[in-house]
């Protein structure tokens, strides 16, 4: 699968030295380790922040490079933990940036505080003996969904 966007919304390769190695070596993790043998769609969890907005960069050039066959779709999900106006600018940033990218953004919100206080646990630690499997599968799964169907 191709991505949507045109092969000129993207240089083919990174523009700085580390740029070029960090892509050349993510590629390489990613065909030692098999993780995507075949043209797939990717749902990539993306939180704004340096380390997930590196990776996404990093892999919207492979795919344009036709180094990786990859159909991204972004994802990101607010917790409502922080202040309003920083999760709004951080929203804003996301979809320029997926805009740039020619890429699609599911957005998703919940109040994982709320959530803590029903089963009775820190919003920043979840309790290692409890399941918290079907709260994150009502709340992810649409998101995923959402994301194949489009």
Request: aromatic letters at 4%.
């Amino acid at each position: 699968m191709r991505s949507r966007r045109g092969p000129g919304h993207l240089q083919t390769h990174a523009r700085s030295r580390f740029g070029q190695r960090l892509e050349r070596r993510l590629l390489r993790y990613i065909q030692d380790r098999g993780l995507f043998p075949t043209a797939q769609r990717v749902l990539l969890a993306v939180s704004g922040g340096p380390d997930s907005t590196a990776l996404l960069l990093v892999l919207a050039h492979l795919a344009a490079s036709d180094a990786l066959k990859l159909d991204l779709c972004l994802a990101h999900f607010d917790h409502g933990l922080r202040p309003w106006a920083e999760r709004e600018a951080e929203k804003a940033f996301l979809a320029g940036l997926a805009a740039k990218l020619g890429l699609p953004l599911i957005v998703g919100q919940g109040d994982v505080r709320r959530h803590a206080r029903q089963h009775r646990v820190e919003p920043t630690r979840a309790h290692p003996r409890r399941d918290h499997g079907p709260v994150l599968r009502r709340q992810i799964v649409p998101l995923v969904l959402e994301c194949a169907f489009q």
